[in-house]
């Protein structure tokens, strides 16, 4: 075994620090998470039913309202709610669907309330269609051309349940003219208890 | 692990008294060794000077995979049905053997924390499409929901008094895969599907019983499984005809 | 003892020398000046030479908005009341509430707990402590408060001189008395924070205080990443004045 026994020189020590910048570099500016982290986006719009290999889910409904009713509460808005009728039909086995998410056109985030029986995730089986409704309290600049992402995982900690899953993205379908509308009608919703969903996952509304 | 500075060693030659100021060549700390100092030896091959590392190599990753192997058996193992203990046809008894830890031994307290053999022989004796499903024994009537078909799975089981019967589940696999009602909670709200309705608490109370859970599906699913099992890893698996 | 005495700092010098020598000797000029400056940043850590300038807590007052982490947060008032929505208070206590106008302006939801941690209970005012050492049984008529906070301190609401523990404040928002968990951004919500205070306060103001939050992007500590911590540090205080109790608090709630 041959010990270091070598002088320190300019030369060495430049290597040295340079090989060290040059693999924090790397490690800094390759998009090495995009390989382990990248969801698999499924891409929509209300009424379509997309197949997330886990689960296969409809949008059914978007609507807006001041106010929600519940069994035991009302909540108001801070902005406005979007409520968002969604159905789960689980393809493999039990499965639970924590993540429910609002983004907007300037990428702000928004998620759901549990308020007045809104939920915030849902839990279904194969073998039957499940009902939920999610509720997103927005500001009125949010509405045009928001999205709704809904998945198994979680949006949490920047989406990390999220990673390497299938993830449904599905366009609200709310154009910059409508939002006038939306943003000044003054509706209350009672949004139902989940439970089975009237029809199968084609989306029709019963 | 290669160093830049090794401590000082006096090599031959190079005792000199400590402290006094040695006068060395500049870009030498005190203590370093001139590099032309070392004796000239027949450099080796570069395999040859790591020959070790490169056979210890191999075995470090194996044992480091070896090492993170634990969260198999600790996190993927234990949460599921992952050990088929018996597989019979519909019809015949299966015997379903598995160890499982009793942490407060809630119906049965002299079993609270320790380890507890389950030993149940359980046969499926149908498996047969529904049109209605009966009356939950909480709550309202349930209505089978369109879009959906219902099953009634009929089992008998016979097994020692007080054996632990929570966590049961009684799942229907269809031909691809798909687990229908593998939740250890069923349609009608039951949430101990291996015992009969009257049964108070999570033990078994006869040596034989039967019982019948109703499991909902997809309307073209084509059932060829019935699996039993009380969380994993260990089940039994009943094949359909 | 003589020769210790004059030969310490003797000895300790021509140590010191001997070690200097013995490295810097044999460098070039170079290698000195990049060793000096090490040498100096070296010797200056101890005294605080990296610490950042200790901030001032700058004044808060009522109706003017301050930036607090991912908030935007005007105070508009603080008020008390018999009992607000479902919280009831224990009899010789009532219900002492801050409202504020909270925004978030960040680009992700934030939970209300962030905001009830960042305003802790204010001081020396007859909070009631945390339940357990919470006895509303031990409030007693001594010492009614003599209406400027500081001497509210009434030492029958707390036993001991350091109030232990006082409570984190239930977020309300007022528009709808409901409790509010998830801040969505680019919404203002009117909430209150809500705190049980013994009946022996009678000050016309609370100090409040707001604690500085800081963002965390990667942490070096633990794993958690991306979140707002709360620091040990007092980033906005100032006096609050109390309106007196209102017969109807779910008036006084409603009415603006």
Redesign the interface.
Known sequence: M????????WK?TAL?VGAVTAGCALVTYLPQDAGVDTPFIVEGEVGETLDLTYAKLTVTEVRVAD?LTGLS????A??TFVVVDATWRA????TSFGGAEVTDR??????????AGCSTSASA?????WRTTYC????R??LAGATVRLARGGQS??HAGQRRDAVAVIDLGITPSEVDTLWEAEETVSPEAPG??????GGSE? | MTTLVTPAVPGPGQGEPPGAAPSLRPGMLPGMIPPDAQAPRPRRSWGRRNAVWLVLLPIAIVVAAGASSFRVWAFWWPVGLHHEVDRVALGEPAHLAGEYYDAFGLDVPERAQTTVLREIDATVTSVEQVDQLPAPEYGDPVVIPDGSVAYAVQVHFAAELRTDLSLCQITLVAEDGTRYGDSTTDVLGSSNRCSTPEAEGFVSEQPEWEVTSFVLADPGAEITQVRLGFGGPEHVTFELP | MKHARNDGPDLAFRLGRRVVTAVADDMSTTQRVVAGVVAALVAISPFGAWNEVEPQADPLTVGTPVEVGPFEVTVEKAATADELGHLVPAPGNHMLAVVAHVTNTGEVPEYSSTIGEAIPAPENVGIIPEAPLGEPGTVTEAAPGTGDAPDGADPAASPSPDEPGLPSASVVNIEDGTSIRILNPGLTYRVALIWEQSDTFSGDVIPLRIMALEWIEESAGSLDNEYWLLLDEVAFAGQIPVEPAKPAPDADAGAQ
Do not use: C
């Open positions: 041959r010990h270091g026994r070598r002088r320190i020189t060495g040295v106010t509460e009302a909540a108001a801070g902005g393809t493999q086995g039990q300037q990428g702000r985030r928004f998620w759901p309330t549990n308020q089986q194969p073998g039957y269609a997103f309290d927005v500001p600049d949010a900690e920047d089975y969903a009237p029809a199968s996952a019963g």
